[in-house]
């Protein structure tokens, strides 16, 4: 097998490992560019040194960030460790990098072109599913069908977690909502001299003005867009006091323990593909944080919640914000953009043929 081969294998891993929005491809992509341009434009200066890791490390994700904006309206939120992970040995190290940078030499831009047609397919991916959410009625909307394009489509699977995210918070948000949950916020201390002391730190912190001892609001959910690569990392939080947590994976014990020490909160949800419930149950009554997992919910459950939100008998209204809100969300994650033909073009990747390039 060749050294290009070689190298084109990996990618193609990277490639099928990655997320939609090909963060790390697109890094290694923008990599070749600045090697491939930087002497034919940088005055004579010499090309981009792949084999120095230093020269390219930091730089690289901003050459990234600043075309992930123009293409998705989204830059990469994973910690450092994570983003650095792309340049280690069972990813894409230098070494590899430089056989890569030989090849869209050669053939000039051919595996910047590669991976920004990759970058293509996956958004018509995410774009047929966002037109499954734009043109559903209440009638014909299954839960399901949407979990099922992301986990049949391979392009799709690895932003399964995010799927489920959505679905989970636009659900829960619409039935909060319907049952008009409100949450009461109230001073108990009678002490008059401690109120005063802190009156400052009671407007300004807790939110309660001067003679004001308890205030009522509507109860509601927010997502942390920030994510941790991490199993414990927190994906909504509500003013309620309830922490939830979201998994596309099978529950164990293991999991529900880093879970409910990873998170901060007395009273976790903890949402989930599925769940051997006796098991669970047997595990909670036998274990010293049992009282702070509220309640496990599965995808069967919001299967069932989502066809009573959009029955008939919830047609004066709830079925219409579900639909609404699950597709807004949606969008706001998977933003689509009319940028890549245009960059495309500038680049001239459209003219570039990568039909062959696994003949090298």
Known sequence: MTPYKVALEKLDLLIKKSRVHLYKPVQIAEILYQHRTHAAYGSGSERLPLTDLESYRNASKRWRDAVTSRLIGRVSTSSQKFQDNLFDTNAIPPETLTVLGRLNQEAPGIVEAYIYRSLEQRLGLVTRVKK????STPEDFKLQTLVDMFEKEPGLKRSIDKC?????????????????VEVTLAIKNEDLGIIGDFRDFIEGVIGLRSGIKSLTMSAALYRVWVTNAADRGLDMWTNFWIAIQ?????????LIENIAEGIAADRIVIVCLESDKTAIDLLLSQVWWWERIQGIVTLEDLCKWYDICLSTRHAWGMDASLLRDLYNEFSAEFPSTSELAPFMRERWYDEIDTSHIHDF
């Open 132 to 135: 499954y959410l734009e043109l």
């Open 246 to 254: 979201v998994k596309h994976l099978t529950l164990n014990p293991d």
């Open 164 to 180: 489920y995210e959505i679905s989970v918070y636009a659900l829960f948000a619409t039935i909060v909502r319907a049952l008009r």
